[in-house]
T-cell receptor, first 112, second 114 residues
Framework: QKEVEQDPGPLSVPEGAIVSLNCTYSNSAFQYFMWYRQYSRKGPELLMYTYSSGNKEDGRFTAQVDKSSKYISLFIRDSQPSDSATYLCAMSVRGSQGNLIFGKGTKLSVKP | DVKVTQSSRYLVKRTGEKVFLECVQDMDHENMFWYRQDPGLGLRLIYFSYDVKMKEKGDIPEGYSVSREKKERFSLILESASTNQTSMYLC?????????????FGQGTRLTVV
């Protein structure tokens, strides 16, 4: 079992839809959880960052962490064509010198 | 804003050449990382460094070496480029401290070895 599992998609939704992206993990020591967005031929950019369990909201984006289920989610409300990108989850253990473990990414396409 | 700059966006090199990929960050971050990204395989860690002149192997260090002579600069070296090293290479940096912090990425270098 890989440490971090993420459905690669592709996921295609109409503009305005609510998008749900998910990752599961096996290492219960993970405490820091991140979502990165990567546009084609660009480097990943940090979208959301959460520590331990709970929800975090930033505009149209909500990140959820359920440590008991080892499951994290990213919700995008009112999705826009500009949200079309690959979304990568990442996580790390406290004290690991910032060494992130990434999911393989989910490719999202939002159709006008 | 944190800026991580990679020296080239696109590179084409011949098999057997020695290749240098340079990365510079301007936010005084202690940690720096080199990843490669391939379709279906995701991001894989090659090497990382948490201090000047310090380096640690990641998941796939074979065929690569690194150099960190200054805090802001982290170089990836392909000693003898091979076609299976054709990939997107990503540099990242992050702060070190009691709590982990997020990594910031450069724009990537797409390397083609012919």
């Amino acid at each position: 079992q890989k440490e971090v599992e993420q459905d690669p998609g592709p996921l295609s939704v109409p503009e305005g839809a609510i998008v749900s992206l998910n990752c599961t993990y096996s290492n219960s020591a993970f405490q820091y959880f991140m979502w990165y967005r990567q546009y084609s031929r660009k480097g990943p950019e940090l979208l959301m960052y959460t520590y331990s369990s709970g929800n975090k909201e930033d505009g149209r984006f909500t990140a959820q962490v359920d440590k008991s289920s080892k499951y994290i989610s990213l919700f995008i409300r009112d999705s826009q064509p500009s949200d079309s990108a690959t979304y990568l989850c990442a996580m790390s253990v406290r004290g690991s010198q910032g060494n992130l473990i990434f999911g393989k990414g989910t490719k999202l396409s939002v159709k006008p | 804003d944190v800026k991580v700059t990679q020296s080239s966006r696109y590179l084409v090199k011949r098999t057997g050449e020695k290749v240098f990929l340079e990365c510079v960050q301007d936010m005084d971050h202690e940690n720096m990382f080199w990843y490669r990204q391939d379709p279906g395989l995701g991001l894989r860690l090659i090497y990382f460094s948490y201090d000047v002149k310090m380096k640690e192997k990641g998941d796939i260090p074979e065929g690569y070496s690194v150099s960190r002579e200054k805090k802001e600069r982290f170089s990836l070296i392909l000693e003898s480029a091979s076609t299976n090293q054709t990939s997107m290479y990503l540099c990242a940096s992050s702060l070190q401290g009691g709590a982990n912090t997020e990594a910031f990425f450069g724009q990537g270098t797409r390397l083609t070895v012919v």
